[in-house]
């Protein structure tokens, strides 16, 4: 059994294996009748299927990068290409920003966990900023390409509310986005 991982066995449970994290362990759901070699292989997976899981939740530098290609490829004709996209963890009332100037794209650590189409969201809105500097109509219209725009917005908003984050401010600080726009 690999360490930080408690196995949890249940008469009521039938069929199905689950796992969650609980501080620094893995807590592991098991039906009781399974066998000691079936507990194993099913940790195992179990523990497979969190770590991929997660690591879709927590995209690494690189993964963003990569997503955000594919992003620009698939709403935005392949035009926008970043010279880097990366994590920061100083963006604590916005979701990303981008400085057109030096092509960078920077996402809050704060959009870690939250769900991909909502991460997309914020690279599309991000990538149109290298085509588009501001939040005129043609900035909207490509933004819109994206087809869960309106649905992350929403997402995003009711996540800023609970927090009691700004919606909108400045010129430069709308809707949780912060553009460096050479004036």
């Not at 609980?22 to 066998?35: A, E, F, I, N, W």
């Not at 920061?88 to 769900?115: A, Y």
């Amino acid at each position: 059994m690999p360490p930080n991982v408690e196995v949890r066995r249940s008469s009521r449970r039938r069929r199905t294996v689950s796992a969650y994290r609980d501080g620094d362990k893995v807590v592991v759901m098991l039906p009781s009748r399974l066998t000691k070699s079936e507990e194993e292989q099913w940790v195992a997976t179990i523990l497979e299927r969190l770590a991929e899981r997660e690591r879709r939740r927590r995209p690494s530098d690189a993964d963003l990068e990569c997503r955000a290609s594919e992003l620009s490829c698939r709403y935005l004709d392949g035009r926008a290409v970043p010279v880097s996209v990366r994590w920061v963890s100083n963006q604590k009332t916005r979701w990303g920003s981008c400085t057109p100037d030096d092509g960078t794209i920077r996402l809050s650590t704060r959009l870690r966990g939250m769900p991909t189409w909502v991460v997309d969201y914020v690279l599309v809105h991000e990538l149109a900023h290298l085509l588009i500097p501001g939040h005129g109509p043609d900035f909207w219209e490509l933004v819109g390409n994206y087809p869960k725009a309106e649905r992350a917005r929403g997402y995003l908003e009711g996540v800023a509310a609970a927090a009691n984050l700004p919606m909108e401010g400045d010129d430069d600080l709308q809707d949780g986005f912060q553009h460096g726009v050479a004036g």
